[in-house]
């Protein structure tokens, strides 16, 4: 392991033990856990459509919580290192500010996965006690394709804690997670009613924003199986390289967006 690798790594590992010891990770998931626990009653109407509702509810309050969780964790570290003045002791060991940054970024998606790992953990052990089946291989794809989504959002709300302050890097953060589930329906919807220079607006836009909805497949895993036959099965591996290479490209784009404006930063 090379020192660069080393720093970046023990930078996001320190930072996923200042996750682990907060409060604030446990109580959501135990608040979000108590809501999605009375799941367990709908099993007594012997309704499986009211089951999978509510269980595809579940899923998307954990995604949400779980993004929510990641925009808080990353919007508060570049801010809050520079107001404790933290960062000068780091950097003035041999860790540069690319290695800074990255390690940051890779600690908050940690953090986030250990968070969505207790999640789903609830989940699975709900859904067992209720013995509805899902697609086992689509059900660990959409919780892959989960992380790639905690990735995007990381890097986006690092580029914004380095532009905007604190509560405004996550009030817009939280806006655009927001915007990006339902901008993609209502791009297509209002694409047949605009001239073309509208068009060309929509399309750039949807280059601009990431298209958050590409990777939540949480509705297709709770209907994957419907009276023991599977309607969805698990998507092809070019599908998941292509989401993969889609979240990659985006990542590396905020991420060099934040190391450029955090580079030229005074310290």
């Known amino acids: 392991m090379t020192a660069q690798v080393r720093n970046v790594f023990l930078i996001g590992r320190t930072l996923l033990y200042e996750a682990w010891r907060r409060r604030e990770v446990y109580a959501i998931v135990l608040i979000t856990s108590i809501i999605v626990g009375a799941l367990r009653f709908v099993h007594f109407f012997d309704i499986p459509e009211l089951s999978k509702f509510y269980r595809e509810i579940a899923l998307k309050v954990m995604n949400v919580t779980t993004a929510a969780t990641v925009i808080l964790l990353a919007a508060r570290q570049l801010p809050r290192e520079f107001a404790n003045r933290t960062i000068y002791p780091l950097l003035a060991k041999p860790v540069s500010r690319l290695e800074f940054l990255v390690g940051k970024f890779l600690g908050v998606v940690m953090a986030g996965v250990f968070c969505y790992a207790l999640f789903m953990a609830v989940f699975v052990t709900v859904n067992a006690t209720l013995q509805v089946p899902v697609e086992k291989s689509l059900f660990l794809q959409s919780v892959y394709l989960q992380i790639l989504q905690l990735s995007v959002v990381a890097s986006l709300v690092f580029l914004l804690s380095m532009v905007l302050n604190t509560d405004a890097a996550i009030t817009l953060a939280a806006i655009l997670y927001l915007f990006s589930q339902t901008f993609m329906n209502l791009t297509s919807y209002l694409y047949d009613y605009v001239d073309r220079v509208g068009q060309w607006f929509l399309v750039a836009l949807m280059y601009a924003v990431p298209q958050i909805t590409l990777f939540d497949a949480s509705a297709k895993a ?3 199986v419907n009276r023991g036959e599977t309607i969805w099965h698990a998507m092809p591996a070019w599908v998941l390289y292509a989401l ?24």
């Open 222 to 224: 709770v209907h994957s």
């Open 244 to 267: 993969t290479g889609y979240a990659a490209a985006y990542s590396c784009l905020f991420l060099a967006g934040a190391y450029l404006l955090f580079r030229r930063r005074p310290l």
